[in-house]
């Protein structure tokens, strides 16, 4: 008898975490100060100083960092805001947290970002903001975004969670909107396990974001203590719990640190993909214009089964079974059972999203992964197609 080869097992998308990370989450649990404190001012500049913005919170997620964005921005009852159906739910629940009405616009096929076009018809006067997503880590049109929302008068929060390292036209991701929400979950290309950050130009914005962050009170934690004396807060506004730990930004700090030779490396590996996989009846996304930066977050190829011979899902099957990872970004939004019970969308709405969200799946990509681990990934979608 033979005994099987093991196959290789390659992880979604493993975090890419080094010495200097651990170390530095080390020194902060021996320096006694846990929660909000130096290091997350450390990394709010650091970060505020990569992306050239004037302001920037640390948060503990994305998520927090839209919600707060939306309120910064005026938004409540009675609003509409409009954003793209091919996103994670949290861009547009947060719409409903902040009491207003979600709108879906359908994207541009040949990029899977937000069409400005579709926006504009979809403005009524109740519309208030617009919430592009960088999706997969290409920049949305930046340029056409803001003669919308100057023209419209409507405030622009994007959703950069796809985007830190990011360049659109020349201009870097995090300059270009009112707010710009970025996430640090396990999965994305910077990570602090859970945490998030927004820059903003404007600083009145900004105060009231981080006043909102932790329950509304006037001072944090951090600057009570620093305080000799006794001290002293008052509450200005019912906030939230929504502050970065000193532990998250301690990883953040360095993940920072690393960014470009991380990014780098996705690069890389996202080449690596196109080349080998150039020959196969798969779709993908046009490429990005020279003066933008993709920021490469996620890989992604589109399997329709008219012209794949296999669907999306028989795909991703064959992939388990060689000990591939592979996911799904996104199911459509407007068609999960809260959105379709409570507002009514149906399928056919939004036709460009849909048909990507039923075929597009997302590869194995992450700095972290081996060559070895890469090479084993095209093997397996390459005998997929012949299988
Ligand atoms: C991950 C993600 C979010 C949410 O980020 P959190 O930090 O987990 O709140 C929002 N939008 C998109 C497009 C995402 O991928």
């Known amino acids: 008898m033979s005994t099987a080869v093991a196959p290789d097992v390659v992880p979604f998308s493993p975090p890419d975490i080094g010495g200097a990370e651990i170390a530095e989450v080390i020194a902060t649990l021996e320096g006694g100060w846990l929660s909000t404190g130096p ?5 709010e500049e650091a970060f505020a100083d990569y992306v050239g913005a004037p302001h ?10 839209l919600h ?16 793209t159906p091919l996103t994670f739910c949290a861009t547009a629940n947060v719409i409903i947290h902040a009491g207003a009405t979600p709108v879906f616009a359908d994207i541009d096929p040949t990029t899977g970002n937000l069409d400005p076009a579709a926006v504009d018809a979809a403005i009524t006067p109740r519309t208030r903001a617009v919430i ?9 049109e930046v340029g056409a975004f803001q003669a919308l929302a100057r023209r419209r008068n409507l405030a622009l929060v994007e959703d950069a969670a796809h985007c830190v390292e990011g360049v659109a036209d020349g201009r870097k991701i995090g300059t270009t909107a009112d707010f710009t929400c970025f996430s640090f979950y396990a999965t994305k290309n910077l990570t602090t396990g859970e945490g998030g950050m927004v820059t903003t130009a404007s600083a009145e914005a900004a105060e009231l974001m981080r006043v909102a962050s932790l329950h509304g009170m006037s001072r944090d934690a951090w600057s009570r203590y620093q ?21 998250q930004a301690a990883l953040g700090l360095h993940q920072l640190a690393a960014l470009g030779e991380r990014h780098a490396r996705r690069v890389q590996i996202s080449q690596r993909y196109d080349e080998a996989l150039a ?9 990005v214009p020279p003066a933008s930066v993709h920021a490469r977050h996620l890989y992604t190829i589109l399997v329709d089964p008219q012209s794949s011979g296999l669907s999306r899902d028989d795909l991703a099957e064959l992939l388990a ?9 996104f199911p459509a939004v407007h068609l999960h059972r809260y959105y379709a019970e409570r507002f009514g969308f149906v399928r056919g709405q939004f036709p460009h999203a849909e048909r990507i969200a039923d075929t597009v799946l997302s590869l194995p990509l992450s700095p972290a992964l081996t060559d070895r681990q890469v090479e084993a990934v095209i093997r397996a979608v390459r005998s997929a197609f012949r299988s």
């Open 279 to 287: 020959g196969l009846p798969i779709g993908t996304f046009v490429a």
């Open 321 to 329: 079974a060689s000990g591939i990872a592979s996911s799904v970004h």
């Open 227 to 247: 305080q000799v004396g006794p001290t002293r807060y008052d509450v200005v506004l019912p906030g939230f719990k929504y502050n970065m730990t000193d532990l």
């Open 39 to 43: 290091r997350v001012r450390r990394f």
């Open 132 to 140: 592009p997503v960088h999706y997969a880590g290409r920049p949305v």
């Open 56 to 65: 920037a919170i640390a948060l503990n997620s994305c998520t927090a960092g």
């Open 68 to 83: 707060l964005s939306l309120l910064a921005a005026g938004v409540g009852p009675g609003d509409e805001v409009i954003t």
